[in-house]
């Protein structure tokens, strides 16, 4: 079973004056699916990019199990571009077995296993065609399975659920999970954050280069300034209290925000005092708003 | 996997993917039906040049077999015809059936023509005349006229030729422009689709998804080797078929001066390939996409279109001349000029060798280069990437 540790260490690179990614650092370990989610040029196409060799990095290493990354190490993992790429007039099956065999397996083997994920992902009646002659979706799973098809490693999908309708999500979704439950590690970015949220043990938030923010999902959303949501008939009861700022109101609800160190306690004491409290409740971000949150004030630091 | 196993995937891709599209067998199908055509109307020429029909009426049908050896002697070939009588044959000049009709008989032969008349064939016949009189005067005199006959075939001029006259030449020039034509035509359509091929793995990005597993220079190699490989047997099928062509309908000695030019042209074809190849490459990878390709590949087309209309020109005027020599031995030239003067056989084996070291050497010096630019070049889309930064890196 494959099992080990990609590591991404910090990986700088700059194109002339504009630099692109600042001693960025994470690992993905095995069994993990990590996402990785930034604004459009926040660098994770360019991290991808580095850690498949396509790019060379200027300062900084990408390692598996300890050793860092060449050619041959590099054709075990399961690589998906940004830009999708296949051969537009080379039929599906005769694709897949070419990057198959490209990526160190045999003939009879290759074949296997195209046949395998053409199966699999459901183009089996289109195994004959062009890639060019597919619809979208389903060239995007062509693009899914020349990822899979020589059983790699480690996956790196860039942008792998972009442009695909909700039953392929479905699909994706459970084969990277499956792949991740094979002690693969899966690194995948995505701008769909309730994916993410949903399918990601950890995740990774970049910003302008590097990695502002990384941990489970639970980790990220319980960081961060607390907030409580508390409903109460009474109002104004808030607006006394040191530490506490209101940031929103509506009728009987508000929601707080406590500085370092308030005791949530004593803002419920003081909100019986006022009056009747019916909901009281920690809220906690969500991946959404953690990622505009960390986004802008970077934004603003920059 | 070991970087043979790597160039031989894609070589192999390279080689299957194009073999079986409809253009490769359509194109080939073309060229051949155009060899077959031009080797066809050759022969008919051949035939049809020096071929006269001369009818012949009453007295004299006799002359009919001193008039065909004597045509022979002039290098024409004529048939002859019994028209007797005359009456329609007259008609048959005025149609062209018979190009002259002879009617009365010796001495006051006359001669019936269309229009002006052949001047060749109405010498032969003056000659075949005069001789018929002469026998019959030397029979009256009581000479036997095959003593004089014998002892007249036995003058002759002696002959002293400065240069030798190459029998073959008419054919060696035809196997010449031919090996030319060919490769002009594989040099310009295999090293076009080398460059089609690699602006069609940038265009469609799949060269990213590649070069996550292969080295650049592999990829590089794969392509070249593949498509030359489909050129080769194109060239192959193309030139086994013609020379079998030319064979049949006699146009040209198969044998040794069709296979030569066959080996030579096969040479010369791997040698301008692989120089040309990686250029083409090295070009298209500056750009990314199929509409920016003409304007980098125009400069690599014209040379070689430059080397075949020049060098089919001065092959036909001057094939020993200075300016032929000195292009057919530069690599750039010499893959469509050399092999052309070689089944001229107006090339020295010391010129040839020379050729073929300076074609070896910039190959090697090509293919470090436009390696290099390909490397650099391949995985940066977009604007198209100046040649200065593809080298500088």
Known sequence: MPEGVLEIDAVSKRYGEVVALRDMSFDVRGGELFGFVGSNGAGKTTTMRIALGVLAADSGEVRWNGRTVDLDTRRRIGYMPEERGLYPRMKVLDQLVYLAELHGMGTNEAHTSAENWIARLGLRDRRSDEVQRLSLGNQQRVQLAAALVHEPDVLVLDEPFSGLDPVAVDVMSQVLREKASAGVPVVFSSHQLDLVERLCDRVGIVSEGSMVASGTVDELRSGGVPRLVVESPTTGWADTLDGVRVIEKEETRCVLELADGVDDQAVLHAALAAGPVHEFSRQRPSLTELFRNVVTTEGRSA | MTPARAVSLVAKREFVTK??????????????????????????????????????????????????DKAMSFGIEVETRDVTPAGDAEQQVRDGELDALVTGAPPELKMIVRGSGDEVLTTVLNDVLRQQVLVAQLAEAGITPQQVA???????????????????????????LVVAALLYYSLLVYGTMVAQGVVEEKSSRVVEILLATVRPWQLLLGKVIGLGAVGLLQLLVISTIGLGLSSAFDVVDAGSLGGAALLTGILWYLLGFFLYATVFAAAASLVSRQEELQSVLTPISMTIIVAFVAGINLMIGSPTGATVTVLSLLPPFAPILMPGRMALGVAPAWQVLLAVVLALAAIAAITWLGG???????????ARVKLREALRL
């Open chain 2, 19 to 68: 073999v079986r599209t409809r253009s490769f067998l359509i194109g080939t199908a073309v060229i051949i039906a155009v060899l077959a055509g031009y080797v066809v109307l050759q022969s008919v020429l051949f035939d049809d040049r020096q071929r006269s029909v001369i009818g012949l009426s009453g007295q004299a049908t006799q002359l009919a077999d001193p008039l065909r």
């Open chain 2, 150 to 176: 014998q002892n007249l075939a036995n003058v002759k001029v002696a002959v002293t030729a400065l240069e030798p006259v190459d029998p073959q030449h008419g054919q060696r020039l035809a196997i010449g």
């Open chain 2, 372 to 382: 290099k630019v390909y490397a650099n070049a391949v995985l940066r889309t977009g």
